[in-house]
């Protein structure tokens, strides 16, 4: 045999007594390490020894308290004219002379321009000389009835005169004398009351050519253009020397000389949803934060139509800003807060603690034996960081905030309340 066969000779003919001792020792060491394993995960269960705290995750947590909420609704909206208008001429003509142009600020009744109306001129003085030939004319027919009324009064008194002889005496005047005296007492009562129609009819005429002359006037007057209201021009749509049909012409598009917009107060226009829009009330605040001007402005509810529209389920409302430093410009949007409903002492959590599916509401919370509990809410009225809990919850109870993906139903954590937590954060940092 070699030197390798004579070496595994000895190997083999190891007493068997080393064997079993070596194996003795062999299980008595698995048997302490699974001993020691043990023990090892009875503490990590055990929630009062330090080795339990090792292991269970720290979960941030805020309490339930009550206190005051008032909810609120953010809507962003765009800033509109309070008034805005085109500007139309009453009667077509050609721009003679126009005053202002974009940007100008003018005040009710100012002249904007001024119309050349040539065939309204001529109608103006025939209108002008109708009224005068109708005042001649009723010089003329009162002259008439002076001279039909005297006439008559003369003839009157000789027919009475001659009437009174022949009864006086008779055979004194002949019939024949009488009755033509009688005959021309009647006619120049005729001639009296024909005088007096054409005085009637005099004057008729006058008052027409009197309107038609006041209405040429007023159609005179329209070739002045003037302001509605105080404003700003904000667009001109025709020149000097421009045609301008008439505003109320149908057969043609008419032109507008200039667009006018009252800026000195702007109305705020909201989509209120249909969720909300009963709890709309005239006079509630309303603070417009505007980018543009990194400002916020305040303001209260002025109107509201009261009504939904069927398209959009959403309720108009208005909101009236003064705007006397021209600070706001129309079509700045405004990001707004709009105070609704507000409550006093009810229960209220972080809006981020809460999980919606649908009308559903969850949070976690945690119990006395640290140990968290996905709980179902009501909830009620919220703003922007916290909300309402009708039902679910009790006062000091203390709920999961952050993360919940992290923590599931069951899983005994080492709650912390969020001042503490940030405290803690801040001391690693």
């Given at each position: 045999m070699g030197m390798f066969g004579r070496h595994l000779a000895r190997e083999t003919t190891m007493p068997r007594t080393k064997q079993i001792a070596i194996g003795i020792t062999i299980l008595l060491a698995g048997a302490m390490v699974w001993r020691w394993m043990s023990r090892t995960r009875a503490r990590a269960d055990d929630p009062n020894h330090p080795v339990a705290d090792r292991v269970s995750p720290t979960a941030a947590v805020v309490r339930a308290e009550r206190g005051n909420l008032s909810s609120t609704l953010s809507i962003a909206g765009e800033f509109k004219p309070f008034q805005v208008v085109d500007v139309h001429?009453?009667?077509?003509?050609?721009?003679?002379?126009?005053?202002?142009?974009?940007?100008?600020?003018?005040?009710?009744?100012?002249?904007?321009?001024?119309?050349?109306?040539?065939?309204?001129?001529?109608?103006?003085?025939?209108?002008?000389?109708?009224?005068?030939?109708?005042?001649?004319?009723?010089?003329?027919?009162?002259?008439?009835?002076?001279?039909?009324?005297?006439?008559?009064?003369?003839?009157?008194?000789?027919?009475?005169?001659?009437?009174q002889a022949a009864d006086a005496r008779a055979g004194l005047v002949a019939q024949q004398e009488v009755d033509d005296a009688q005959a021309r007492d009647l006619e120049s009562q005729a001639q009296v009351a024909t005088s007096q129609a054409n005085l009637s009819a005099a004057q008729q005429q006058l008052a027409v050519a009197q309107a038609t002359l006041k209405q040429d006037t007023a159609l005179s007057d329209y070739s002045r253009i003037s302001a509605p209201f105080n404003g700003v021009i904000t667009v001109r749509y025709a020149d000097t020397g421009a045609l301008i049909a008439a505003g109320t012409s149908s057969s043609?598009?008419?032109?507008?000389?200039?667009?006018?917009?009252?800026?000195?107060?702007?109305?705020?226009?909201?989509?209120?949803?249909?969720?909300?829009?009963?709890?709309?009330?005239?006079?509630?605040?309303?603070?417009?934060?505007?980018?543009?001007?990194?400002?916020?402005?305040?303001?209260?509810?002025?109107?509201?139509?009261?009504s939904l529209d069927l398209q959009t389920r959403t309720m108009e409302t208005e909101i009236d800003f003064e705007n006397h430093r021209g600070e706001l410009i129309p079509g700045m949007y405004a990001e707004t807060e709009l105070g609704l409903a507000g409550r006093k002492n009810v229960l209220t959590i972080p809006l981020q603690s809460v999980e919606r599916n649908g009308n559903d509401a969850t949070v976690l919370s945690v119990n006395p034996e640290n140990v968290i509990e996905e709980r179902h809410v009501k909830l009620g009225i919220e703003n922007n960081t916290m909300v309402e809990v009708l039902s679910g919850l009790s006062d000091g109870d203390q709920i999961v905030i952050g993360n919940r993906s992290e923590f599931h139903n069951g899983e005994r954590v080492r709650p912390k309340l969020l001042a503490e937590a940030a405290m803690s954060s801040e001391g690693t940092n």
């Open positions: 001429a009453k009667v077509a003509g050609y721009i003679r002379t126009i005053y202002v142009d974009v940007g100008d600020h003018v005040k009710e009744g100012q002249v904007l321009a001024v119309l050349e109306v040539p065939e309204l001129t001529a109608q103006l003085a025939g209108a002008d000389a109708a009224v005068r030939r109708s005042q001649e004319e009723i010089r003329r027919a009162r002259a008439e009835v002076q001279r039909a009324e005297s006439a008559e009064t003369a003839a009157h008194s000789a027919y009475v005169r001659l009437k043609t598009q008419s032109m507008p000389v200039v667009r006018l917009a009252q800026t000195s107060k702007l109305r705020l226009v909201l989509p209120v949803p249909e969720s909300v829009a009963a709890q709309i009330h005239l006079g509630d605040p309303v603070s417009a934060r505007v980018q543009a001007l990194n400002k916020t402005f305040e303001g209260k509810v002025s109107r509201f139509a009261d």
